[in-house]
């Protein structure tokens, strides 16, 4: 066979598989298989793979347990916020109405993430304004072996990322005051739960000032964001002011952020790539000398000075470890199976089979990865080709802006690969729209040749 007749028979069985891809896609039950899989794929692990919650998350039910006892957000009966308040605050809640069981948490964790499946669908067409890329999306997600992983544990990652899915969802499709309230409020509990969200509608605000056309729409889209922010400061005022109360200074949020900050900056950082411990020589020496919960404020206050020490006496390698701690943060996926191996009793038994489906989750992070550089890589093109502007929404941006903005902060700070969990929805979306492009490229190949004919 000649080259010319093996590209032909390429492109042939090329659009022949798009066609029936695209015929598969848009057929009326993809929508609802698909969320079938989702929600059997999460329901079946949270079944038949039990695990006892550890690290962090026991934490969260811990404190959770005391507030329903009426020991407010406390440790061993001293008031605390060393972490965030409002994944246990939730938690609380469903243990008042529902009792005390960590199913409830479970439960709450397939919900949230259900929510998350049609929040998707929503973002997919407000980000690109592809169908195709909005329902790809949700069956590339249902399929996502770390994000169907964390819905069995009690951590904040299922939950928060439907708020920050819910909230920017609500902040560019609905520009309206209500709708604006409502997405303050959302945000407002999302930055109770991470504070490193606070600046996100920042961000929102930011992309249609630089790149939506019109000085109205960009004064409306001030407007929006500035109800926003009124509404976030609404839902942070009552808790800041609780610290006030507690400590005896106005504390946002937590009291940790020094504690994050020398983690990620400390005299070996470098052999730790900036990945946060608590078991580090320095970490553990400075925590026994200051930290205690009635002096979590101070010693916070003396772990940021330690670590602005650090950086000001080490500047070449507080420099060297940012491009370190980047790459970590989003190398490697599958970090739940950390969690598996601390709590479930099957881990040992079925090591083999954990093992190769975190194998297997990685080669399909690192295709999800690559659609994400590919399609960043269209959206560049796109806007540098400005009379094809308009061909693509600027919310095309959004998972991109998102994504440098945690990675600073990872570079700043600590990198963790969990840190990437939330911006895993944007990273798929980006993905699904640039198999969606195929699809219609071939598309409208076949129309060009029938209009040929």
């Known amino acids: 066979m000649t080259i010319d007749g093996q590209a032909y028979e390429t492109n042939r069985w090329s659009s022949g598989m798009a066609r029936r891809l695209d015929r598969i896609v848009h057929h009326r039950w993809f929508v609802p298989i698909c969320f079938l899989i989702f929600l059997t794929l999460r329901a079946g692990l949270i079944a038949f793979v039990p695990v006892e919650q550890a690290s962090d998350n026991s934490w969260y039910i811990a404190r959770a347990e005391d507030i329903v006892r009426g020991h407010g957000f406390s440790e061993d009966g001293v008031p605390t916020a060393y972490w965030p308040v409002g994944w246990p605050a939730v938690i609380a809640l469903l243990y008042r109405i529902f009792g005390i069981d960590v199913n409830v948490v479970l439960i709450a964790n397939l919900l949230f993430a259900a929510g998350t499946f049609f929040v998707m669908l929503g973002l997919g067409r407000q980000l690109f304004g592809f169908e195709a890329a909005a329902r790809i999306s949700v069956f590339l997600l249902a399929v996502y072996p770390n994000n169907i992983a964390y819905t069995s544990l009690t951590s904040t990652e299922v939950f928060y990322t439907f708020l920050l899915l819910l909230g920017t969802w609500l902040f560019i499709a609905r520009r309206t005051m209500p709708a604006a309230i409502l997405c303050g409020l959302i945000f407002g509990y999302a930055t109770l739960t991470k504070p490193q ?240 492009c195929w699809l219609a490229s071939h598309r409208q190949n076949r129309r060009g040749d029938e209009h040929e004919g």
Request: contains cysteine; glycine residues 6%; hydrophobic residues 50%.
């Open 197 to 436: 969200t606070l600046l996100m509608p920042a961000a929102l605000v930011g992309i249609s000032f630089l790149f939506e056309n019109g000085h109205r729409l960009k004064m409306r889209t001030l407007a929006h964001g500035a109800m926003v922010y009124l509404c976030l400061a609404m839902v942070l005022g009552p808790w800041i002011y609780r610290n006030y109360l507690v400590f005896g200074e106005p504390v946002f949020v937590s009291t940790n952020s020094g504690w994050a900050l020398y983690v990620g900056n400390n005299p070996s950082s470098l052999a730790r790539r900036g990945f946060p411990t608590d078991s580090g020589a320095e970490v553990t020496e400075l925590r026994r000398k200051t930290f205690t919960l009635a002096t979590q404020v101070e010693s916070n206050r003396q772990a940021r000075a330690a670590a602005l020490a650090w950086i000001s006496e080490n500047p070449g390698t507080f420099l060297l470890l940012m491009p370190i701690k980047a790459f970590s943060l989003w190398a490697v996926d599958g970090e739940a199976e950390w969690l598996y191996q601390l709590g479930s009793p099957s881990y040992d038994k079925s090591v083999t089979a954990f093992r190769t489906i975190r194998i297997l989750n990685q080669g399909y992070y690192l295709l999800l990865i690559s659609g994400f550089a590919v399609a960043g890589w269209m959206i560049l093109r796109r806007y540098l080709a400005r009379d094809r502007q308009a061909a693509i929404p600027v919310w095309s941006l959004t998972g991109y802006v998102f994504a440098a903005y945690t990675t600073f902060q990872c570079m700043v700070m600590a990198a963790s690969y969990r840190y990437k969990f939330p911006l895993m929805p944007f990273v798929v979306l980006s993905s699904a729209w640039v198999i969606s």
